[in-house]
């Protein structure tokens, strides 16, 4: 990873992080998950596996380290979810649709492991109305960002609009 990448990639997960556990928790009814869509779209890039996998796993423990969950919980689920993610990419080049719907199904599996593993740990339960309506709602308002922002996200990181193309 080059240093300007570096530097891009670790802005967009700082932004994202402290918008995540600032303002995001703040809303009712919408709450999409920025790191997650992060992590997911960083597959879309032409960063080596390796380095988004560690970009998950540590966007993941800084969450778990402002929050108060159990500690790596958030960070080994974002990267069960980042190496889904860099295993199936290549259904996600078929343009900006499916590059929505990829995420959406990414997201919805991030967070029902997260009820699951949180559940097995204490941390919460899968009963709850919450839950429920959480496992649909984030997926729902990560589809949609997803569709609006991929193309510009994957532009920014690899500074080649030829990396993938959205239609």
């Known amino acids: 990873m080059r240093a300007r990448t570096?530097?891009?990639?670790?802005?967009?997960?700082?932004?994202?992080?402290?918008v995540q556990t600032t303002l995001i928790n703040q809303l009712q009814f919408v709450i999409p998950d920025l790191v997650l869509l992060l992590v997911i779209l960083l597959a879309l890039t032409r960063?080596?596996?390796?380095?988004?996998l560690g970009v998950a796993f540590f966007s993941g423990l800084l969450?778990?380290?402002?929050?108060t969950s159990l500690l790596g919980l958030r960070a080994i689920v974002l990267t069960m979810v980042a190496y889904a993610a860099i295993r199936t990419r290549e259904r996600a080049e078929i343009g900006r649709v499916g590059v929505a719907l990829w995420v959406g199904l990414l997201t919805f599996g991030g967070i029902v492991i997260l009820a699951l593993v949180g559940t097995l740990f204490g941390q919460g339960t899968l009963?709850?109305?919450?839950a429920v309506s959480r496992m649909f709602l984030v997926p729902?308002?990560?589809?949609?960002l997803a569709a609006l922002t991929a193309g510009l996200f994957v532009r920014l990181v690899d500074r080649d609009a030829s990396a993938f193309r959205f239609t």
């Open 63 to 67: 969450i778990d380290l402002l929050g």
């Open 47 to 52: 960063l080596r596996p390796e380095a988004v």
């Open 140 to 144: 729902i308002a990560n589809t949609i």
């Open 6 to 18: 570096g530097l891009t990639v670790f802005l967009m997960v700082l932004t994202a992080v402290v």
């Open 127 to 130: 009963l709850g109305s919450d």
